[in-house]
């Protein structure tokens, strides 16, 4: 899993039939400074994710492990919404703040 900020809505009205009723984020993956690391990628929603939310990502085979995914073509999926990040003691991340 791996850090990244939704950036964006991706909105396509013609799209394979396998991932309509989807919903397409942008992300760009993040360090945990929250410093941009490498390029932007479209992900798959499977939890109700919004623009400026901290989100954790899944690629390659694990991008296809949840209810809205399996057997779907997806090579990045949105796991979880973070709440808050600790690191040596210390929340470096924190929601809403």
Excluded at 7 to 20: A, L, M, Q
Excluded at 49 to 72: F, H, K, N, P, Y
Excluded at 83 to 97: A, L, T
């Amino acid at each position: 899993m791996k850090f990244a900020l939704v950036t964006g809505n991706v909105v396509c009205t013609r799209k394979d039939e396998k991932i309509s009723g989807t919903k397409l984020l942008l992300v760009q993956p993040v360090d945990d400074s929250l410093k941009a690391q490498g390029s932007s990628l479209v992900a798959i929603d499977s939890v109700g994710a919004g623009e400026g939310e901290l989100v954790l990502i899944v690629s390659g085979s694990s991008s296809r492990m949840t209810e809205i995914t399996q057997d779907r073509p997806v090579d990045c999926t949105i796991m979880g919404i973070v709440d808050y990040v600790e690191k040596n003691g210390s929340i470096i991340f924190e929601k809403n703040s």
